[in-house]
C-alpha cells in the first residue's frame, strides 16, 4: 500500500493550497481516508476525515470552516483544500487510510499512512 501526498508548499496567511493523496495497493473506495498534521515539537494531530462513500466529513475546530475534504475513488485520491491559511496551520500534513468508523479522530484507527508534505504559512 502507498499513500503519496502532495501540493504542499509556501502560503500566506489568508491564502490557500490543496493538498492531494494518491492511493494505490489498497481497494481505495472502501477505506476512510484522514488528514493529520504535525509541527514540530507538537503530537500529531487530527485534521479532517472523510468516509468511504464520501458520505461523511468531520474535521478539527481549528480548521472547520476553512478546510474541505474531498475525494476521487475512480482516481484513488483524496483531497484537502485549504483556505483562510494561518501561520499556525503550518506542519507537516500527512494522508492515511482506515477503517475509522464513529473514532475518525483516532490515529490508531488508521492502518496505512503517507509520507508528509510540508505545508509552511508566512505571516
Known amino acids: 500500500v502507498q499513500l503519496q501526498a502532495s501540493g504542499g508548499g509556501l502560503a500566506q496567511t489568508g491564502g490557500s493550497l490543496r493538498l492531494s493523496c494518491a492511493a494505490s495497493?489498497?481497494?481505495?473506495?472502501?477505506?476512510?481516508m484522514g488528514w493529520f498534521r504535525q509541527a514540530p515539537g507538537k503530537e500529531r494531530e487530527f485534521v479532517a476525515s472523510i468516509s468511504w462513500r464520501a458520505a461523511i466529513t468531520s474535521y478539527a475546530d481549528s480548521v472547520k470552516g476553512r478546510f474541505t475534504a474531498s475525494r476521487d475513488n475512480v482516481k484513488n485520491t483524496v483531497y484537502l483544500q485549504m483556505n483562510s491559511l494561518k501561520p499556525e496551520d503550518t506542519a507537516v500534513y500527512f494522508c492515511a487510510a482506515g477503517h475509522a468508523g464513529s473514532t475518525w479522530w483516532r490515529r490508531e484507527r488508521y492502518s496505512y499512512w503517507g509520507q508528509g508534505t510540508q505545508v509552511t504559512v508566512s505571516s
Open positions: 495497493g489498497l481497494t481505495f473506495s472502501g477505506y476512510d
